[in-house]
């Protein structure tokens, strides 16, 4: 489980290295509502490539260790220290236009647009819309359901057919 206090040191330890980070997931949700609201498995974090061996060095003194799940690729890695705090890692790169690349599909800069707070603690992340767009074309659970219907309410968003 990443509890606030958990997701504020984790972004910390990266930022304070210097490295740009991106939420994903139930705490990008969160941070865009600026406030926590359900229990998190994990924390979704996007970092350019460029500065994946770098971040993964910073977590690996932090006592973070890869594990292997099914969905696990070169570009999209899960840690996990011995507190069961759990880090989904997606490298993306940067592409010549100013798009952002990840495992071989392009998504337009302003995917990476959104705002958010973590308790006191600012944080970039993916925006309201195109994370409603993400939550699309697969078997949601509660979480995800919980996710989409706060997002389309906070920000005036119509709720996609699969979640009415």
Same mark, same amino acid.
């Given at each position: 489980?990443?509890?606030?206090?958990?997701?504020?040191?984790?972004?910390?330890?990266?930022?304070?290295?210097?490295? #740009?980070?991106?939420?994903?997931?139930?705490?990008?949700?969160?941070?865009?509502?600026?406030?926590?609201?359900?229990?998190?498995? %994990?924390?979704?974090?996007?970092?350019?490539?460029?500065?994946?061996?770098?971040?993964?060095? /910073?977590? *690996?003194? *932090?006592?973070?260790?890869?594990?292997?799940?099914?969905?696990?690729?070169?570009?999209?890695?899960?840690?996990?220290?011995?507190? %069961?705090? /759990?880090?989904?890692?997606? /490298?993306?790169?940067?592409?010549?236009?100013? #798009?952002?690349?990840?495992?071989?599909?392009?998504?337009?800069?302003?995917?990476?647009?959104?705002?958010?707070?973590?308790?006191?603690?600012?944080?970039?992340? /993916?925006?309201?819309?195109?994370?409603?767009?993400?939550?699309?074309?697969?078997?949601?659970?509660?979480? #995800?359901?919980?996710?989409?219907?706060?997002?389309?309410?906070?920000?005036?968003?119509?709720?996609?057919?699969?979640?009415?």
């Amino acid at each position: 489980m990443v509890n606030q206090a958990d997701a504020v040191e984790i972004i910390s330890y990266v930022e304070d290295n210097g490295i #740009d980070i991106w939420l994903d997931g139930g705490w990008g949700v969160d941070a865009l509502l600026e406030m926590e609201t359900r229990v998190h498995n %994990d924390i979704d974090l996007f970092v350019e490539k460029h500065n994946s061996k770098k971040f993964i060095d /910073i977590i *690996k003194e *932090k006592g973070f260790f890869e594990i292997t799940e099914a969905y696990t690729t070169t570009s999209h890695t899960v840690w996990k220290d011995a507190k %069961d705090r /759990i880090i989904d890692l997606h /490298i993306f790169e940067f592409c010549e236009q100013g #798009d952002l690349i990840f495992e071989g599909e392009t998504y337009p800069a302003s995917v990476f647009g959104g705002i958010g707070k973590i308790g006191d603690k600012m944080v970039k992340c /993916i925006n309201a819309e195109d994370q409603v767009l993400f939550h699309l074309g697969y078997e949601h659970d509660e979480n #995800d359901i919980h996710d989409v219907r706060l997002l389309c309410e906070r920000f005036n968003i119509p709720v996609p057919n699969e979640y009415k």
